[in-house]
């Protein structure tokens, strides 16, 4: 038993040793750099990891990149994308989790492919029959050359985002979707019961944002206005709320008052914002 416990110690002793000695080891640069990336949607997020490769002067797609060939879209360790909640990309359900992010570029159409085998190398032990998902998109040629791959999210409200990838002259984008708004106004139904809503706000903008019922958003405003009558806030998205219904008299009046309101509080801010939407609901 003496043994056994001083071979433990031993073998403890030499993995901090070892660790010791890996944290003083020098580091060299990768060549192709790493960058997370983390865009929130809807009620998660989408994050991705992947190394960013630079032209140098090389032919990249059909060149070092050949047309028909799987890719790693990037350099070293194949992308990895996360899912926190499920989406929709380019109309295909993907469920929330972790991905490898392939692509096969073309002359005419890519395929973008989703891989359930994370922490690969490359693309050399890449297997088609581990895909989750596949779905082709169009290439664009853009006329700024991207010298360093980039990849990237443009759009993107609460429900909806598009990804791009971007590298030498070449684009391609991705659109995806949220699916959870169920959660979401079960969500906002649970925040708004009591006589305490610290959240009108919220729920009042995702009632407009989304097309939800505009009498019940508006409903919230009065509510709101009890407790918070000198709030300009509250007269802006009343105005807009009004107009939305196609009431423009009222839109009018409920901005005008927002103006005083802003005017009385010296908010910039949103005196600016009133007088948009008053001008808005007058054209």
């Not at 028909?68 to 899912?83: C, D, H, K, L």
């Not at 991705?174 to 959660?183: C, G, L, M, R």
């Not at 139904?189 to 903008?205: F, H, S, T, V, W």
């Not at 709320?241 to 005083?260: M, Q, S, T, V």
């Amino acid at each position: 038993m003496r043994k056994t416990y001083l071979f433990l110690a031993t073998m403890l002793l030499a993995c901090l040793c070892y660790k010791s000695n890996a944290q003083g080891i020098p580091r060299i640069p990768e060549n192709s750099t790493t960058q997370t990336i983390t865009q929130d949607f809807g009620l998660g997020k989408i994050i991705i990891t992947y190394s960013r490769p630079n032209v140098k002067g090389r032919r990249m797609f059909g060149g070092i990149n050949p047309f028909g060939e799987v890719w790693r879209t990037g350099a070293n360790s194949a992308t990895t994308i996360t899912f926190t909640e499920n989406v929709i990309i380019e109309g295909n359900p993907v469920p929330a989790g972790t991905y490898s992010l392939f692509s096969i570029p073309d002359r005419t159409d890519w395929t973008i492919i989703l891989n359930k085998t994370v922490k690969q190398w490359g693309a050399y032990s890449y297997k088609q029959a581990d895909d989750l998902l596949r779905f082709t998109v169009k290439p664009k040629r853009v006329t700024e050359k991207r010298e360093t791959f980039t990849i990237a999210f443009s759009n993107s409200t609460t429900r909806s985002t598009d990804l791009y990838l971007v590298w030498d002259h070449t684009a391609v984008m991705a659109h995806i979707e949220a699916t959870d708004d169920a959660k979401i106004m079960a969500n906002i139904d649970e925040l708004m019961k009591g006589d305490r809503k610290p959240y009108y706000l919220n729920a009042i903008q995702w009632y407009y944002e989304n097309g939800k019922d505009i009498d019940k958003a508006l409903g919230w405003v009065a509510e709101a206005e009890k407790s918070s009558p000198k709030s300009p806030w509250f007269k802006l998205w009343e105005s807009h709320l009004l107009l939305k219904k196609g009431d423009k008299p009222g839109a009018i009046a409920a901005a005008e008052a927002g103006i005083e309101l802003s005017k009385q509080s010296n908010d910039d801010e949103y005196l600016r914002l009133n007088l948009e939407a008053l001008n808005h609901a007058k054209e």
